[in-house]
């Protein structure tokens, strides 16, 4: 490759203190290269005012969906060598760095070492991979995943690359046709994935533990995660329950399968803080009571609040408490309700039909006696559900009791044999 390279990369200068996240339509400044490798004639920037098409690639080696996509960008680099620079972004040391470019055969693009994070502090990745195509003028033209780097995308971003219109750079980046992912491919039936980039990542992580791959490179990704960008990156209710709940499902497959034997102290397994997320350290108790439930007391039935929650748990957990996630959460008992991939965009369709599976096959009624059995969950939690009189208006709404009954409710009995297949098709 040949780059002319001068003395500043071509990113934000003004705007480096900024808190909010570069995005589409953004303009760029200047953000100083520290350190650069595997570059054919060192540089000290980013290719500026040469008229290509910039594209920016955040990574790192122990990411496998990163690893996976080199060998396209190379491809991609290679074929618009005269129109395109692709340059990487790392964050790791440049002693890991330089150990493995060693290990690589064909590796042609440069690595910017990253270690002040001075790219990774504008664009604030919330995953990787994550990449930006910027144009001569500027423009954050696109974020694409790394499915649409493709030659067609390119070259529709080529055709818009010295525009000075933001708002067609954008529209093109949202009509550039969108392959399926290589999970999507797998597993269309039962999972399609999220835009919003960090759901997307636990969809990944949890489609890994599922089917068995490796799955080291999630949990380090998840972990080198800076707390802003979870916190940037959930904006909604909807993004917070989707992305937490496909994280506690995967992880508790991780965890169970690394160590079944765990299952006999369940007390430990659930409220050690052993999943480490954006640098601090979680537990299974700590996602669901603290996150998704807001707050709330384990073994209260649902009625009290903790009195001084965390930090942290105050900054990541949802504005209201949804009854619907115990139908969602698998803790990896037979008892429990099924996996299923969840996503912002259709969750709360996803909830209604996860609560109505779930309850429609668990709960009993039996007209003669006037009593329903319910599961035990709905005894652990009944102030989540509203207390026996929500609980009986949901009964009835779900058809598993008639509209004019006032039954008694009794509770099953919660069978923990462990089970790790039991995933929704």
């Known amino acids: 490759m040949k780059f002319v390279f001068l003395a500043c990369s071509m990113l934000l200068c003004a705007l480096l203190q900024a808190q909010r996240p570069l995005g589409l339509n953004d303009l760029t ?7 650069v490798l595997n570059a054919a004639t060192p540089f000290s920037m980013l290719p500026a005012g040469n008229d290509k098409l910039l ?25 618009f060598e005269n129109e395109i620079s692709i340059v990487l972004v790392s964050i790791e040391t440049e002693a890991k760095l330089t150990e493995f470019l060693k290990k690589q055969s064909g590796f042609s693009l440069p690595v910017i070492v990253d270690q002040e994070q001075n790219f990774t502090k504008i664009f604030q990745p919330p995953s990787y991979p994550y990449t930006v195509v910027v144009a001569a003028n500027g423009t954050i033209l696109a974020i694409p995943s790394a499915e649409e780097m493709t030659a067609e995308n390119i070259t529709k971003w080529l055709a ?36 919003t980039p960090l759901v997307k990542l636990s969809q990944d992580f949890i489609y890994a533990a599922k089917t068995g791959d490796a799955t080291e490179g999630f949990v380090e990704q998840l972990n080198n995660i800076p707390l802003d960008s979870i916190k940037n990156g959930l904006k909604t209710d909807d993004e917070k329950k989707a992305f937490w709940i496909n994280l506690y499902n995967a992880y508790t497959q991780v965890l169970l399968k690394a160590n079944p034997d765990a ?72 008892s429990c309700p099924p996996i299923a991939f969840y996503k912002p965009e259709t ?17 009993e009624y039996d007209a003669s006696t ?3 059995r319910l599961p035990a969950l709905m005894s652990w939690f009944r102030g989540d559900f509203g ?37 929704k098709s």
């Open 29 to 35: 400044g200047n953000v100083p290269v520290r350190k």
């Open 55 to 79: 594209i920016v690639d955040f990574f790192g080696t122990w990411c496998v969906p990163c690893r996976k996509a080199i060998p396209n960008l190379t491809a991609m680099q290679s074929r």
């Open 160 to 195: 818009i690359k010295g525009e000075a219109k933001p708002a067609m750079a954008a529209g093109a980046s949202q009509e550039a046709a969108k392959p399926l992912t290589s999970i999507e491919k797998k597993n269309t039936s039962e999972m399609q994935s999220s835009n």
């Open 263 to 334: 299952y006999s102290k369940r007390s430990d397994f659930f409220g050690g803080r052993q999943i480490e997320i954006a640098g601090r350290s979680f537990s299974l108790d700590d996602i669901e009571h603290g996150i998704l439930r807001r707050s709330k007391l384990k073994w209260s039935l649902g009625y009290l609040n903790k009195l001084f929650p965390g930090k942290t748990e105050r900054a990541l957990r949802v504005d209201r408490l949804d009854y619907r996630l115990h139908f969602a959460l698998n803790c990896g008992a037979k």
């Open 347 to 363: 969750i709360n369709q996803q909830l209604d039909l996860a609560t109505k599976a779930y309850l429609t096959s668990e709960a």
């Open 370 to 372: 006037n009593i329903v």
């Open 387 to 423: 207390g026996k009189k929500k609980t009986k208006r949901l009964l009835q709404q779900l058809s598993i009791i008639p509209a004019e009954a006032n039954p008694k409710f009794e509770f099953k009995k919660y069978d923990w044999t462990l089970y790790l297949k039991n995933y």
